[in-house]
């Protein structure tokens, strides 16, 4: 049973764009909601990060929105540029109980210039 | 400070045989993990350890096996290798609480011919 479900699978966005990316979860009892950022060829990155205590978390421009009625959430990156070009994946944990993410699984985006 | 490191980067196997995945982290993160990562697929837990001396398996545990003598080493080895096993390979690792998600490797590319 796919714990964290993420949509789409693939984006296409012009530069300046919004990007949007959609996951939703199983799990009541997650408490971290982490997105990652993958460049071909290289390891997932932190990019940022929520708890379920708040509804919106923003750093630069990339936001999360998280919806706890709902178990959803989603990420947001305003202004997108042809940089952003990446694969992004959405995970859940459980803090403290040995750290196992489950995570998304993944959305391409391409950032047309 | 060099993170998560892994080797090798690329392998080619032939079905039946075995190796060892390395994996090191230098910032004495008490958890770590092996995800293997494939088209459409997203992230899949392999085998997981919250500290020296202790692991457990994840989601798709069958054909690997795992230990962690040390707090800094944590290899993954293929027992008898199977096409279905060619995937890149993933080690990430974390503190304990969880903050701060995972830091993860650069991968390793696997082939099983």
């Known amino acids: 049973q796919q714990q964290v479900k993420q949509s789409p699978q693939s984006l296409i966005v012009q530069k300046g764009g919004i990007s949007i990316i959609n996951c939703a979860y199983e799990n009541t009892a997650f408490d971290y909601f982490p997105w990652y950022q993958q460049f071909p060829g290289k390891g997932p990155a932190l990019l940022i990060a929520i708890r379920p205590d708040v509804s919106e978390k923003k750093e630069g421009r990339f936001t999360i929105s998280f919806n706890k009625s709902a178990k959803q959430f989603s990420l947001h990156i305003m202004d997108s540029q042809p940089g952003d070009s990446a694969t992004y994946f959405c995970a859940a944990s459980l803090m403290n109980t040995g750290n196992q993410f489950y995570f998304g699984t993944g959305t391409s985006l391409t950032v047309i210039p | 400070n060099a993170g998560v490191t892994q080797t090798p980067k690329f392998q080619v196997l032939k079905t039946g045989q075995s190796m060892t995945l390395q994996c090191a982290q230098d910032?004495?993160?008490?958890?770590m993990s092996w995800y293997r990562q494939d088209p459409g697929m997203g992230l899949r837990l392999i085998h997981y350890?919250?500290?020296?001396?202790?692991?457990d398996q994840g989601e798709v545990p069958n054909g690997y096996n795992v230990s962690r003598s040390t707090t800094e080493d944590f290899p993954l080895r293929l027992l008898s290798a199977a096409p279905s096993q060619t995937s890149v390979y993933f080690c990430?690792?974390?503190?304990?609480?969880?903050?701060?998600?995972?830091?993860f490797g650069s991968g390793t590319r696997l082939t099983v011919v």
């Open positions: 990430a690792s974390s503190y304990g609480t969880g903050i701060g998600g995972y830091t």
């Open positions: 910032m004495n993160h008490e958890y």
């Open positions: 350890s919250v500290g020296a001396g202790i692991t």
